[in-house]
């Protein structure tokens, strides 16, 4: 899920509130989200800055 998720956006990642809902949408709780996101060790959380964007996304990191 976050594969294919986070692929497509690129630099600019999706935003945290959007990854929770397609985790719901997939039966897949939220605990488990963060674990596989520590056990692919490639994604970054950013803070959003201001604007009316909720504060935190999620990318995948570059790859060198």
């Known amino acids: ?11 600019a990642g999706v935003l945290v ?3 929770k809902a397609a985790a719901e949408a997939h039966g897949i709780s939220w605990p488990t989200v963060e674990r596989a996101k520590a056990k692919m060790g490639t994604i ?6 201001g604007g ?3 504060p935190w996304s ?3 990191m570059a790859s060198d």
């Open 1 to 11: 899920l976050l594969q294919r998720l986070l692929t497509p956006a690129g630099n």
């Open 17 to 19: 509130k959007e990854i």
């Open 44 to 49: 970054e959380a950013i803070k959003n800055q």
């Open 52 to 54: 009316s964007a909720p």
């Open 58 to 60: 999620w990318r995948l």
